[in-house]
Every structure is written in structure tokens, then in C-alpha cells.
Antibody, heavy 120, light 107 residues
Framework: QARLVQSGAEVKKPGASVTISCQAS????????LHWVRQAPGQGLEWMGL????????IYAQKFQGRVTMTRNTSATTISLEVTSLTFEDSAIYYC?????????????WGQGTKVTVSA | AVQMTQSPPSLSASVGDTITITCRAS??????VGWYQHQPGRAPRLLVS???TLQSGVPSRFSGSGSGTDFTLTISSLQPDDLGTYYC?????????FGQGTRVDIK
């Protein structure tokens, strides 16, 4: 059974960086794109970018260009999201999500979410 | 970027009612839309992909329709477990864009 398991909650100070991991299991890791989505308190879902597990450059939402790095570790079947220069507006729940198939790009499998709190 | 305009922002309905949520894309996107349910404390859940394909395990009271620029999620015979926020997401191109969400409350 395909599953994505994320790392635990984080509390960071403004200006710091945070790295969140998402480990995949139960399916062929190289076969599906993985995305990052976040939800700030009281806000909607926001797409951040995607990672191709096979390789190539990640694709980032323009809003996060230069402040976000998405990486993959194929041997560990894990992707990671680093967000630098944190501000209070980065407090959110961050999700990783896997596409359904090569022919259907919907986000079928989701991680449980990682809460990041930015607090002085 | 494709803008997804979702309406209404919220609605309150009774158990057994039929409700409709719409998303309008700023350009034609074929059938490249999914619908998601997001309940407090849980990860989002894919209900419908490719505009009208119901996902395995999703009750048949959920249905999606539309193509081009106008898309609809219908919940017939609303149940108490259906409360939450519903989002459309276009997967036609990058950046992926969500609608603003529709909060569904049960009267």
C-alpha cells in the first residue's frame, strides 16, 4: 500500500531554516512525481513545487524561488523540503503528495502533514 | 498562471441536500482538474480526478463534471461526514493552482 510519512513538527525562530522530509513506501519510488503543498492558518492550500524522483531540476512556484530547495534521495525513497529565511508567514502545515499515475496528475497519496511554527 | 476561481466561499446545507461547488479556470484546461476534500486535522483527500473520474472508495454521492473552463463538484444527499473544505486543483500546467476553497457546514 502506497504511503508517504513525513517528519515531525518543528518550531523555528524568524530567519532560521527548516527541513522537512517525506519518506515513500509501498510503491516504485521512481515512477511518480512528488509535490509539496502548504496550508497557513486560516488560508487555503498552496502549491509550492515538485520533485521528479528520477532526476532533473525541481519546479518551484515563483513565490518560493530562491528560498526553497527540494531534494530527493532515491536510495532512501525520501524527498526533502528546505525553507530558508523563515518569517511568521511561513507558519503552516506542509504536505507532500504523490501523483496518481503517468496519465493522471492528480494528487492521490498525501503525507500526514508537518506543522511548522515560526515563533520568536 | 492559470487562475482557478471557486465559488461559493462557504455554504451551509442540511443532511440530504444536494450541493454544487464550481471552479472556473482563467483559460481552457481540458479536463485537467481534481477535487479534494480537506477536513480539520487530516490530510487532503482526492475525490475526483480528470474532472469526472471518481476515486476508488469515494462514495457515489460525489460527482464531478465539466471541461474547458467550467467545472463542478456535486454532492448529492449530503451526509454529516461531508463537512470540511473542498478545493479544485488544476493539473494542466505549472504552477499548479488551487481554487480558494469552499467551506461546507452541516445545518
Amino acid at each position: 500500500q502506497a504511503r508517504l510519512v513525513q517528519s515531525g513538527a518543528e518550531v523555528k525562530k524568524p530567519g532560521a531554516s527548516v527541513t522537512i522530509s517525506c519518506q515513500a513506501s509501498g510503491y516504485r519510488f521512481n515512477g511518480y512525481y512528488l509535490h509539496w503543498v502548504r496550508q497557513a492558518p486560516g488560508q487555503g492550500l498552496e502549491w509550492m513545487g515538485l520533485v521528479n524522483p528520477i532526476g532533473g531540476s525541481p519546479i518551484y512556484a515563483q513565490k518560493f524561488q530562491g528560498r526553497v530547495t527540494m531534494t530527493r534521495n532515491t536510495s532512501a525513497t525520501t524527498i526533502s523540503l528546505e525553507v530558508t529565511s523563515l518569517t511568521f508567514e511561513d507558519s503552516a502545515i506542509y504536505y507532500c503528495a504523490r501523483e496518481k499515475s503517468n496519465a493522471d496528475d492528480a494528487f492521490e497519496i498525501w503525507g500526514q502533514g508537518t506543522k511548522v511554527t515560526v515563533s520568536a | 498562471a492559470v487562475q482557478m476561481t471557486q465559488s461559493p466561499p462557504s455554504l451551509s446545507a442540511s443532511v440530504g441536500d444536494t450541493i454544487t461547488i464550481t471552479c472556473r479556470a482563467s483559460q481552457g484546461i481540458g479536463s485537467e482538474v481534481g477535487w479534494y476534500q480537506h477536513q480539520p486535522g487530516r490530510a487532503p483527500r482526492l475525490l475526483v480526478s480528470a474532472a469526472s473520474t471518481l476515486q476508488s472508495g469515494v462514495p457515489s454521492r460525489f460527482s464531478g463534471s465539466g471541461s474547458g473552463t467550467d467545472f463542478t463538484l456535486t454532492i448529492s444527499s449530503l451526509q454529516p461526514d461531508d463537512l470540511g473544505t473542498y478545493y479544485c486543483l488544476q493539473d494542466y500546467n505549472y504552477p499548479r493552482t488551487f481554487g480558494q476553497g469552499t467551506r461546507v457546514d452541516i445545518k
